[in-house]
């Protein structure tokens, strides 16, 4: 989903963007690009590769000068070659581009422009700006960026210079992330605030329709009619600590031991014993509209979808509400059936999922309130909702998800006990789930002492070519989980299926070469998990099995079992996630895979 940033100040700007982008790699990472206005006017370097490979670039033809932009890209129009990386110039070399988002009518423009005479050099979608720019008029940068985006659909988020305007950079976003940093004699454009919080914690959100014009000495925003815009200055509450890689060799295997306490974080200050309930100011909900709510819509993609099917088991077992969980990019399609007592919740880390934003606004144009679980503060579904909870879980950089999603099964279990006590809930049976709440972190911290039994695991694992993944209720969506952190990081293929759906089609796929991972924790269903162990041992599958310190032995049908210590039912996924995360995590390392930047894959998907 590409990550810009730019910057204008005191300071050589070189140094700024390449830190900056770096840290913005998890965004995209086929390609890589800088333009800086130097001395002797602009100049350019970018190539196909990673911002280490630009870093060399710029080691070997040396660049410098006190404002520029920069990109990382992911592609969406054309290959990830060096013709095609941002930023992109127009036909003179006055202007250059960078860019995050899809143009629409990308092919329109770019055949009204050429008859005009402009010559294109990449098969991107954004070099029409960049041409849209240098043709229209105007006395300043910003009223040309105004004139060009009359003639856009699609979302962007962007940020131009000028050669005859040095030191300004120009920002315009519709749709796609941009924020602004402030500091002392420097200002900064950025994705998002990672890239700048070494620099500043001072940042401006900016709004669909914003453009901000950046010199060295000031900012400011305006609209399409060049009318001031106010915007608010921000704190950032994030420490650069925690984006950084400290003694990890990867920020996944960090994020995944940092769980016990980002599942603290979440908890911090919500737990109200006394009450059997969770304390959640920033939901907006009145404990008349909690009663009132009579069917809740889950909307989420990835990793955060498989949270939101776990939080559909804890709400509607403490809420008894019906809850259902869509992707979000087949719901934001569906037809939208207005049903009275419909509450929206969308799940995302990042707060910036294009589909899940989408899927969001069409609940609510259909008349539903809707809620952000999110982990990004300020983020754009953060900001669009009506109300929510913050998963505070700090920033996730690994681009696999894992201490998001245990943090947000955790924000939905909060949110289900909230509920729950408005809706006949006991107090009794809100305290002991908050117990079960409050008690998750030093379990959490047991799960990850399983980590050398799960190396030895992961050596059988790293030979497969495929794996299943089984669970039942609560636990199916951690299987599913488990599979995809297994196919996303090491390139196996990895299925996740409900336990006893398995002898209605995978079973045909068992044998000693597939490695059988069961979920199996002890529940209700354990002993139907147990039934369909049977069921592939019979045929000569291989098991590993996740299960509760306590149970009986499986060994006649396991070969390697991993015991989470024991805690409710419907919190037990928080633990089963672990070994689980930790798996694809030591596959993926001995399979000699890039663990933080899987190929293909991008941390914040903000296009469509
Ligand atoms: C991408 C990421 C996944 C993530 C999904 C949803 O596909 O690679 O890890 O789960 O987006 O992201 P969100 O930020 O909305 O949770």
Redesign the pocket.
């Known amino acids: 989903m590409c990550g810009i940033i730019g910057y204008t100040g005191v300071r050589d700007a070189v140094p700024v963007l390449l830190r900056g982008l770096a840290r913005l790699e998890y965004r995209g990472y086929d390609s890589a690009g800088i333009a800086v206005h130097t001395d002797r006017g602009m100049a350019t370097r970018k190539l196909a590769g990673r911002v280490a490979a630009l870093h060399d670039l710029v080691g070997r033809l040396p660049l410098h000068g006190m404002s520029g932009i920069a990109h990382t890209r992911w592609a969406t129009h054309g290959a990830p070659t060096e013709r095609n990386a941002h930023p992109h110039a127009d036909c003179h070399g006055r202007f250059a581009v960078v860019h995050n988002g899809i143009i629409e009518n990308a092919d329109v423009l770019r055949a009204a422009l050429g008859r005009s005479g402009h010559v294109f050099r990449t098969e991107t979608d954004t070099e029409v700006l960049v041409h849209l720019i240098e043709e229209a008029g105007g006395d300043s940068l910003e009223a040309r960026v105004i004139a060009a985006l009359e003639h856009v659909v699609g979302t962007y988020g962007l940020a131009v210079i000028s050669a005859d305007e040095v030191g300004k950079i120009v920002v315009a976003r519709q749709g796609s992330p941009v924020l602004l940093g402030v500091g002392e004699d420097e200002y900064f454009v950025a994705s998002d605030a990672s890239a700048i919080l070494e620099h500043t914690r001072s940042v401006v959100y900016l709004d669909d329709g914003d453009i901000a014009v950046l010199t060295p000495t000031e900012y400011h925003i305006i609209d399409r009619d060049s009318h001031v815009q106010l915007r608010a200055v921000d704190d950032l509450a994030w420490d650069l600590d925690e984006i950084e890689l400290g003694d990890y060799r990867h920020f996944m295997l960090k994020e995944i031991c940092e769980q016990p306490e980002t599942v603290r974080s979440t908890l911090r200050g919500r737990l109200v014993f006394e009450d059997g309930t969770a304390r959640l100011d920033g939901l907006n909900l009145t404990p008349e509209a909690c009663a009132a709510v009579r069917r809740i819509v889950i909307v989420?993609?990835?990793?955060?979808?498989h949270a939101g099917l776990v939080g559909r088991h804890i709400i509607e077992a403490l809420a008894g509400i019906p809850v259902t969980v869509e992707y979000a990019s087949e719901y934001r399609y569906h037809r939208q059936i207005p049903l009275p007592g419909t509450l929206t919740v969308a799940?995302?880390?990042?707060?910036?999922?294009a589909d899940?934003l989408e899927a969001m606004r069409a609940a609510r144009a259909a008349g539903s309130p809707v809620l952000g679980v999110v982990?990004v503060v300020g983020s754009t579904i953060a900001r669009e909702a009506d109300g929510g909870i913050y998963l505070h879980a700090g920033p996730e950089v690994g681009?696999?998800?894992t201490k998001?999603f245990t943090s947000q099964i955790v924000a939905l279990a909060l949110f289900g006990l909230h509920l729950g006590r408005h809706r006949g809930l006991s107090l009794e049976a809100g305290q002991e789930f908050v117990c079960g709440l409050a008690g998750l972190p030093p379990l959490m911290v047991q799960a990850l002492a399983l980590e050398p039994e799960v190396q030895r695991l992961a050596v059988r694992y790293a030979e497969a070519s495929n794996a299943l993944y089984l669970g039942r209720g609560v636990n199916f969506p951690v299987a599913l989980e488990g599979a995809l952190k297994l196919k996303?990081i090491s390139y196996i293929h990895a299925e996740g299926y409900p336990a006893a759906e398995m002898k209605h089609g995978p079973i045909a796929l068992i044998d000693e070469n597939m490695p059988v991972m069961f979920v199996a924790p002890r529940d209700q269903v354990y002993d139907k998990v147990v039934s369909n162990m049977q069921e592939v041992r019979a045929r000569g599958g291989r098991i590993a099995a996740v299960t509760t310190e306590g149970n009986g032995d499986l060994s006649a049908l396991v070969d390697q079992q991993l015991r989470i210590p024991a805690t409710a039912h419907l919190l037990s996924p928080v633990l089963t996630a672990i070994p689980l995360q930790l798996l694809a995590y030591h596959v993926s390392v001995l399979r000699g895979c890039d663990v933080d930047r899987p190929r293909n894959?991008?941390?914040?998907?903000t296009v469509e």
């Not at 799940?347 to 999922?353: A, L, P, R, Y």
């Not at 894959?601 to 998907?605: H, T």
């Open positions: 989420a993609c990835g990793t955060s979808w799940v995302s880390q990042s707060g910036e999922t899940t982990n681009v696999a998800s998001a996303e894959l991008a941390k914040s998907v």
